[in-house]
């Protein structure tokens, strides 16, 4: 009897050890599962914060190209190293320009780059870039057929059509140019008013495409 005892004990005790094994390795697994987590919400948190972010778009500024309702991922890497060039479809801040009081930002393309002489006449866009004499028309497949770029009244008072950009300034239009409010009438935005860079559409899901 006293041999079963000891058995029983030694049992025992075998079996609260693997108990204790057993729990240790749930708690093992879940402080594994918290880690990857946390590891993961931080992730998420600094693209978010220093790499990506997803705006809306509002307005018909940005016809044919993008459209009311639009979502798109902007990169903001481009702002850390002042990386832009024509054509590239931004975000821009206007707060405390003169003509805009809204507080989204603007979504518009750059037209014009720093050091660039930009003049627009006859509905055409045209640029001498820096280290050239003559103006060039440029090309802008983007336009829906026959639109025209032209300034108002204010914009023209303001020197706007014809226009050197200083050494931070960008010259940014909309794509539907009948109705943007853009550098035509609120001047040239400085490099840091740019918030980084749309880059793709990812809503509606039947227009997802690459900007």
Known sequence: ??????????YE???????????QKVIKEILDWVKTIAIGVIVGVLLVVFVIQRDNVYGDSMNPTLYTGDVVF???ICTYFHSYHRGDIVILDGDNMIGYDKEEYLIKRIIGLPGEHIRIADGKVYIM???????????????AYGMETTVRAYGVEQGYDDIILGDDEYFCMGDNRIVSNDSRTL????????????????????EVQFL
């Not at 041999?3 to 029983?8: A, F, I």
């Not at 870039?129 to 336009?143: A, C, N, R």
């Not at 749309?198 to 809503?203: K, P, Q």
């Open 187 to 206: 001047g040239p935005f400085t490099v840091d008013r740019i918030k980084g860079i749309a880059f793709v559409v990812v809503y509606p899901l039947s």
């Open 13 to 23: 005790k075998f079996r609260a050890g693997d108990e204790k094994t057993s729990k």
């Open 74 to 76: 902007t990169q903001k």
């Open 129 to 143: 870039e820096v280290g050239s004499t003559e103006f060039i028309e440029l090309d802008e497949p983007y336009l």
């Open 1 to 10: 009897m006293k041999k079963t005892g000891l058995r029983d004990y030694e």
